[in-house]
């Protein structure tokens, strides 16, 4: 999976296995640590992010500035049923360096369940404003990052199945 945004403190991935994102959710967190890329593996519990153990190898990534970019391979939540419909939750938020502490995540991208089984699937962001973005520029990124990322997960449980 990749992940890359802007923040001074962490991006996050959240996979859930129903529609509502923060119910012990796993959560791959790149936390910007001094300027060194942090991976934190974690689950997000009524909108806490809480350091644990997940299945997780080949972490790469780098720090520029306040872009955050990381990729990494994990294996995702097991299944129930046949079809791998999981939801997507991207968000941010901030880190503390001294104490390793994550800041509780504002999400920016929250999908509804999304059939990763199939190529053609496409993940909406359920989040909807009020406020008008600055830019048309970064509604964008995140749709061709949600695209990527979805052809990335869907890439993964193809190969689960």
């Known amino acids: 999976m990749e992940l890359s945004g802007e923040s ?3 991006m996050a991935l959240t ?5 509502s994102l923060g119910g012990n959710d796993e959560t791959y967190v790149c936390a910007n640590d001094n300027g060194v890329l942090k991976f934190i593996p974690a689950r997000l519990n009524n909108s806490q992010l809480t350091e644990t153990m997940l299945n997780v190898n080949s972490v790469k990534g780098s720090i520029n500035g306040s872009t955050i970019q990381c990729t990494f391979s994990a294996t995702l939540p097991t299944q129930t049923t046949r079809t791998p419909n999981l939801a997507l939750g991207i968000s941010k938020g ?8 994550l800041g509780t995540p504002s999400t920016v991208f929250s999908s509804g369940l999304v059939d990763l089984g199939n190529p053609n699937a496409t993940a909406t962001n359920q989040i909807t404003t ?11 990124l995140q749709q061709s990052f949600a695209q990527a990322l979805l052809m990335t997960v869907g890439m ?3 190969a689960m199945l």
């Open 156 to 158: 993964l449980c193809l």
């Open 8 to 10: 001074d403190g962490y």
């Open 130 to 140: 009020t406020v008008a973005p600055t830019t048309g520029h970064a509604v964008v």
């Open 15 to 19: 996979v859930s296995q129903d529609a």
């Open 94 to 101: 901030a880190f503390n360096s001294t104490s390793g502490t």
